[in-house]
């Protein structure tokens, strides 16, 4: 046969306060690494001055490639490549376009 006991408040601690726990939750968060294929693409197709967007286009898919392996490292290091392709890729080829626009121009108001 069980016996149950009825035990009453214990003395001490007061009833409303229980002891503290905290849980802390460690997130790592990943800088995710830009490819800059959009921006590689665009280079490829309008500024594609010395081959420059097209060489930025590819780096910029390896930079893809390593991401999807796993290898961020290897991807940081291809998009950086990539970056300052499109960035040489995207000068250039506004200088040279705003070069041949005022060539053009001069060239109309000689004849």
């Known amino acids: 046969m069980v016996q149950q006991e009825h035990k009453g408040p214990v003395m001490g601690a007061p009833q409303g306060s229980a002891p503290e726990t905290t849980t802390r939750i460690n997130i790592q968060t990943e800088m995710p690494v830009r490819d800059h294929i959009v921006w590689s693409l665009f280079n490829t197709i309008f500024m594609n001055w010395c081959c420059l967007g097209f060489v930025a286009f590819a780096y910029s898919v390896k930079s ?24 040489w890729a995207l ?18 108001q000689s004849l």
């Open 91 to 108: 000068v250039l080829g506004l200088l040279l376009t705003i070069m041949f626009i005022i060539i053009i121009i001069i060239r109309s």
């Open 64 to 87: 893809r490639d390593r991401k999807m392996v796993g290898d961020m490292i290897g991807a940081q290091t291809y998009a950086s490549t990539a970056k300052c392709l499109n960035i």
